[in-house]
């Protein structure tokens, strides 16, 4: 039995099935697969000079302020590293 992963941004790991939009956008308009709205605008970046260390920073306290479980929380800023925008090999 095969199961579905559920696509998330490859910048900040948020579900994209979450995202009020369905996704960034690229440059020609068209729904960004792998980054969503918050992190990537018109094929670009919103904040490109932020670093991995940045994000981790950033989504504590707004998963925190969400009340999201301290689990859930550790798990994403496990998880950044491994994603597109940060990975470095």
Not at 1 to 11: D, G, K, P
Not at 22 to 48: H, I
Not at 61 to 80: G, N
Request: hydrophobic share 35%.
């Amino acid at each position: 039995m095969e199961t579905q992963v559920e696509s998330i941004c490859q910048s900040c790991a948020m579900p994209l099935s979450q995202d009020p939009k369905g996704g960034g956008s690229e440059a020609d308009g068209t729904l960004s697969t792998e980054y969503c709205s918050f992190c990537y605008r018109d094929g670009a970046f919103v904040s490109p000079d932020l670093t991995l260390e940045g994000m981790i920073a950033f989504l504590g306290p707004m998963m925190d302020s969400m009340k999201m479980p301290q689990e859930v929380v550790a798990k994403t800023k496990a998880a950044l590293p491994s994603l597109k925008r940060w990975r470095t090999v």
